[in-house]
Structure formats: structure tokens, C-alpha cells
């Protein structure tokens, strides 16, 4: 399975060539099973597309030149100081929001000190200051949402957000920055001159927490950036062999009624969490969402009072990115996903207008 040739599935298109670090080529397959469900084409057989060549193009101003230039048909996760700058020079890209993101939130080893003491994760909570990071970094663009879960309408019943009414103060508290009283913390818990610890993360989260490093540094905690290449941090995650604090992926609510970040010993539990309070909700969950999915989101959000006032996660302030495509491309609204499992699967339902494409010049 080492080799690309070898590939085999049932998708939209087949692949028929790859360049390593430039490019990837795949061809319509004429015996694709899914036909157009909706709309004016609906009944016809797809793909439309005879084929799709995917860009591996590192450097991020080369694929916005190439994007401008028309040689790129579309490219998402677009900043939003990228987007208003290719607004102002190249007005005929359409655009469209892909939601707010963040980078990987921080997990942390709670089987082990220091991170098994309750004041030292909430002093380290306490001792970020997201709001901050979001107003100079975002330009109040994003957001600050609690972790596991994003707000989604679909989801609204299990999220805890820090306006709601019946949010404990003790959790609201954690996503206020205060520095003083995140050192007494600390002291508190044995550390009065703080300590040192090591991130593993990869290349494109180095920025944003290196404003964490040096939040950190004024009360003590000495933080080390460890960074990796994105298949051995994904090692390092699934293995769960850090010793001290990894970014990692949470997952969406669509994941739920899985706690898989909350319980249990997979990667995705990369704070190695073993706590009886959750443990046991997770059973009474899981259970009840079989035939009361309301009544279990009720459930989850209710424990997230406990969850969140542990601080067994360092989350990340939000921010917006958005996709952009020329014209040309139709049957597009700025798609990222068609489903959560289902990334980059647009294609399948776009075509090229080559005339219009003539036309503008490109």
C-alpha cells in the first residue's frame, strides 16, 4: 500500500498519477455509481468533470499568485487578511465563508504531574489571554467557544457557552487572563517558581503559540515549541507517547454521542483522561442517545460543568477563513466538505464553463 498505484476505491475519480511534493492527477470514472440529487441536473450520471489535478504547492504566496493568475480554479483556507487583499485586486474571484477555525487546541498529560494537579491546569488556563489573541491576532474577527464542543445548530443542546446564564463563574473565570492570581495558583500547588514544559506541534501553529510561550513566561512556566512534520506528530499523537503537552484535533460535534476525547485510551483521549465523574457519564450517554438524543445532549452539556471547570484542555481562540474560485468554476458555493468524512469531495458536482473561462482572458 506504499505504492500509489496500488490505490483502489469506488470515488468519483481515479487516480492515475502522482508527482511527490507537486502534484496529484486523477481521471473521471466511467463507472462512478452516484448520480446528481438535486437541481437542474438532477438524474445526470457523475462526475462532470473528466479530470482534477490537485496542486502540492508549499510556498502560500506562489498558490495565491497562482490563484490570481487563473492557472488555480479555486483554493480554500484562505486568512482573512489574504481575503481582503484578494478582494481588493482580483474583484472577479467569488468568495465564501468556510466557518471559523483554530489551531489544534493543547492537551496535556493528566496522568502525570505537574498536570494531574487541578490549580496548575487551571493556572495555565488562567494564565492565557485569549481574549487578547483574538482582538490583535483575529481583529475580533473569530471567537472564544469552550472545548470539546463548537457551537453547531444541529448541536446547540449539549453546548455550554461561557454567556449562558447557568455557566459556573469558576469556568468563566478560566477565560479571563490573570496572571496574579494564576501564580498563586501555582504556589499553591507546589510550584511557586513555576516550572518547565515542552509543546510538540507542527510548523503552522508555531506562531500563534509563541504568543502563548511568552504569555506563559510571566508566571513562570517556562514553555519549549518541539516541532515535528505532520506525520511524525500524527505518530506522536496516535501513539500517545508525549510526555508533556501535544496540539491534537478534537472533532467536531458530529462525532457525539462519542466521548472518545473524554474516556477511554485512544489518541484522540490525549490529555489521558481517567476521570470517574466522566466515565460514568459517558456510559449513562452513550446509552440514552439510542432512544432520547435530546435527553442526551441535556446529559452532555450538564457535564461539561464538570469537564470544563478541570481545565484538562488549553483551548484556542478562533478565527474566520474563507474559499475562493473563479467564476468559471459552477455548481460551487465555496464547499470545503460535503459531509465531515467527505473533505474536498466537491468536485464530483462542478464543472468548467471553458468558454466564460475564454472569455475573462484565462
Known amino acids: 500500500m506504499r505504492e500509489w498505484k496500488n490505490s483502489v476505491g469506488t470515488g468519483p475519480f481515479i487516480l492515475k498519477d502522482y508527482v511527490t511534493s507537486s502534484s496529484i492527477y486523477l481521471e473521471r470514472n466511467p463507472d462512478y455509481w452516484m448520480k446528481d440529487p438535486v437541481g437542474p441536473g438532477q438524474g445526470n450520471d457523475l462526475p462532470y468533470l473528466d479530470s ?5 504547492i508549499p510556498d502560500f504566496s506562489t498558490r495565491l499568485a497562482g490563484l490570481r493568475s487563473g492557472k488555480i480554479d479555486r483554493m480554500a483556507d484562505i ?15 467569488m468568495k465564501a465563508p468556510q ?4 489551531v489544534e487546541p493543547i492537551y496535556m498529560r493528566t496522568d ?34 469552550t472545548w470539546p464542543y463548537d457551537y453547531t445548530p444541529a448541536y446547540q443542546d449539549l453546548y455550554l457557552g461561557l454567556d449562558d446564564p447557568d455557566c ?27 516550572f518547565s514544559t515542552e509543546l ?20 513562570g512556566i517556562d514553555l519549549t515549541l518541539n516541532v515535528l512534520e505532520g506525520g511524525a506528530h500524527l505518530n506522536v499523537n496516535i501513539a500517545r507517547s508525549h510526555e508533556h503537552l501535544l496540539t491534537a484535533a478534537t472533532g467536531p460535534p458530529s462525532i457525539w454521542p462519542m466521548l472518545q476525547v473524554l474516556v477511554g485510551e485512544g489518541w484522540q483521549n490525549a490529555s489521558m483522561l481517567d476521570d470517574p465523574v466522566i466515565n460514568e457519564a459517558a456510559v449513562e450517554i452513550g446509552t440514552l442517545a439510542i432512544t432520547d438524543e435530546k435527553g442526551a445532549m441535556a446529559l452532555t452539556r450538564e457535564l461539561m460543568k464538570h469537564v470544563l471547570d478541570q481545565a484538562y ?42 468558454n466564460l473561462k475564454e472569455s475573462m482572458g484565462k
Open 200 to 219: 510538540i506541534l507542527i510548523s503552522s501553529e508555531v506562531d500563534y503559540y509563541s504568543i502563548i510561550k511568552d504569555q506563559w513566561a510571566k508566571v
Open 168 to 194: 459556573p463563574e469558576s469556568i468563566k473565570e478560566l477565560y479571563v487572563y490573570n496572571p496574579e492570581k494564576a501564580k498563586t495558583l501555582l504556589a499553591d500547588a507546589g510550584y511557586p517558581g513555576g
Open 52 to 56: 482534477v489535478k490537485w496542486l502540492i
Open 79 to 93: 486568512s482573512f487578511e489574504d481575503a481582503d487583499e484578494l478582494e481588493s485586486t482580483t474583484p472577479e474571484l
Open 313 to 354: 484542555v488549553i483551548p484556542a481562540a478562533s478565527y474566520p477563513q474563507f474559499s475562493f474560485w473563479w467564476p468559471w468554476v459552477k455548481n460551487y458555493s465555496g464547499e470545503r466538505s460535503i459531509g465531515y468524512f467527505w473533505v474536498e469531495s466537491w468536485p464530483q458536482w462542478i464543472w468548467i464553463d471553458q
Open 99 to 102: 466557518g471559523k477555525v483554530t
Open 112 to 145: 502525570l504531574p505537574p498536570y494531574n494537579d487541578v490549580n496548575v491546569r487551571r493556572a495555565m488556563m488562567m494564565a492565557t489571554d485569549l481574549a487578547t489573541i483574538e482582538r490583535d491576532l483575529y481583529n475580533d474577527l473569530g471567537g472564544i467557544q
